[in-house]
């Protein structure tokens, strides 16, 4: 009864967890763009068919897909840091209130 209690007077936030699991799915994101990236660029050389538009598409796909991965993954990353920063403050001056109110 407790927990409810706490849930419906809003004591504690949930949000924190749900960023959480928006995170992971971002950095999923990341993963699979960065696939689609380097897939893509891989048949654009190859359906050219010269062995120096492959090579091109293989090194172009190689980067743009490290680079589509990394920089997604690092700014899904900031982005949530950031949200989270605003319940770890509210959280810690609940926490100081509460800490006050009982001296």
């Known amino acids: 009864?407790?927990?409810f209690k706490r849930f419906f007077s809003f004591e504690r936030m949930i949000t924190?967890?749900?960023?959480k699991i928006l995170f992971w799915i971002g950095f999923i994101g990341s993963i699979i763009g960065g696939i689609v990236v380097f897939v893509g660029s891989l048949i654009s050389g190859i359906s050219?068919?010269?062995f120096p538009s492959i090579a091109l598409?293989?090194?172009?796909?190689a980067l743009g897909g490290v680079l589509t991965f990394g920089l997604g993954a690092l700014f899904t990353?900031?982005?949530?840091?950031?949200?989270?920063?605003?319940?770890r403050i509210n959280e810690t001056l609940t926490d100081i209130?509460?800490?006050l109110?009982?001296?």
């Open 1 to 3: 009864m407790l927990k």
């Open 16 to 19: 924190p967890v749900i960023i």
């Open 48 to 50: 050219d068919g010269a």
């Open 57 to 61: 598409g293989l090194l172009v796909g």
């Open 77 to 87: 990353r900031i982005y949530c840091e950031l949200m989270i920063l605003a319940f």
């Open 97 to 99: 209130k509460i800490l």
């Open 101 to 103: 109110e009982n001296k």
